[in-house]
């Protein structure tokens, strides 16, 4: 059994008033530990409601969520502590930060579960330098930092807490492509380093291809798949017709291998495309000397 | 529980009572008010529930709107009434105990008093129900502009009023997911003391003040940006204009008012 898994999940908004509306419907999923998973999906396809459920933030209206084998709402005391093992980092994250310096904020989720000094500041500097925050940064007031050096305190104000499971909704939502390719990064060299299980919801395709192994993909209030990101994009005819696109780079090889050409491997990412055509042509050029 | 506040809430609909000019539902109401405070016996009030009744039914807003108008105010009329149950002390005495006297006075006084407070939020409400926001600060700032004569800023008021009340939802959201995302990182706003869980607010309310006054700074900009420079000189795409059943409510108001006169007269409390 997975750490995430989900019985029969059902969201409704609203129920009894005229505003009443499905926002997940029936979701079973199993992620298994460890496993870092792209959560793709149109804008309204109840991704964000399903992540606030895996937390215990909303309480399903009907079926049952299990984080580490443990049902959520089973036992309310608890809650608290399964809460703990689950570190959501919402939309615009930066909107949350409050304290006087950027060190006080980070330590707030860990102090809010009970460690004591020594350990908050053994945390707080290893997220620091996970998201490349540098050490005078910590004296700082969080308000007097850039857009993409906020969000980055904000995902360590989370990441500090060392969940077992990180959800990150739209973490590179209205970033420049610079911030955007940074704050991917730090959550790849964090999956790679921790281990820990990472869930990445966005609704790009691009974003997700590059960094996730597997890829869930909701659309219209259920999962339409969840599968490793080959076959998903193997799909690419019907992520088309519900408003999902593959990645450029990813359209393009395809169409080559349409028109005959032999690659090994399925691409996903520019810089990988750049260095298997620069093969190709190296291939070609020694081909044609002989 | 921040959904379930009903002030300023707004009830589209076509009936009589929407359609009349805000400024005239104003004075309306203003006249309503009036009436509930020369109104000193329950034939008097009568006159008054006789008149809500009728706008109520004239504006097809549920009855049971009414109810929910009241129910914030509940503690207010029971603090009343019990103030009024014990301190005043006219006409015959029904119950003596230690200290405690409660007289026929108080107790007329206290149902008296009940029943014009409900009225009058009841009244009120009325108004907002069937006026949406935007026409009321509108017919406001029409109401208050002879006295930009005195240099009293009429425009800038009503812009004010029309912009804090458009932000309320959006804060309000807003609130809701900064308390989200405290509550993941493990905030605590439920348990522990009165001081414990007023220190628990500190980390949604520095945020929520952050982010209203970088909407405020985002808004002028955008106003700015078209050339928004006050009131000066400025036209609107809906004109209020006076129509006959204007006057007609208007002329039933004063009728209603000279009524609680003469009840008055001849049915003193």
Redesign the interface.
Known sequence: MGIIRTEDLTYIYGEGTPFRKVAIDNINIDIDEGEIVGVIGHTGSGKSTLMQHLNGLLKPTSGKVFIDGEELFADKSRLKEIRFKVGLVFQYPEYQLFEETVYKDIAFGPKNMGLDEAEVDRRIRETARLVGLREELLAKSPFELSGGQKRRVAIAGVMAMEPKVLILDEPTAGLDPRGRDRILGLIKEYHAEKGTTVLLVSHSMEDVARTVSKILVMSDAKVFMYADRSSVFARADELTSMGLTVPQVTRVFDRLRAMGIEFDDEVFSVDYAKDLVLRLLEKKRRHTVD | MIKDITIGQFFPGKSVIHRLDPRIKLLLTVMYIVMLFMADSFAGLGAGILFLLISFLLSGIPMKMMAKSIKPIVPIIIFTGILNLFFISSGDVLLEWKFIKITSGGVTTMVFMAVRIVLLICGTSLLTYTTSPITLTDAIERILSPLKVIKFPAHEIAMMMTIALRFIPTLIEETD??M?????????METGSLIKRAKAL??IL??LF??AFRRAEELALAMECRCYRGGEGRTRLKQLRTAPRDYFAVAIGVAFIAAVIVLNRFSPI
């Open positions: 997911k900064i989200s995302a405290q509550k993941a990182r493990g905030a605590d500190i980390p520095i945020p952050v982010s």
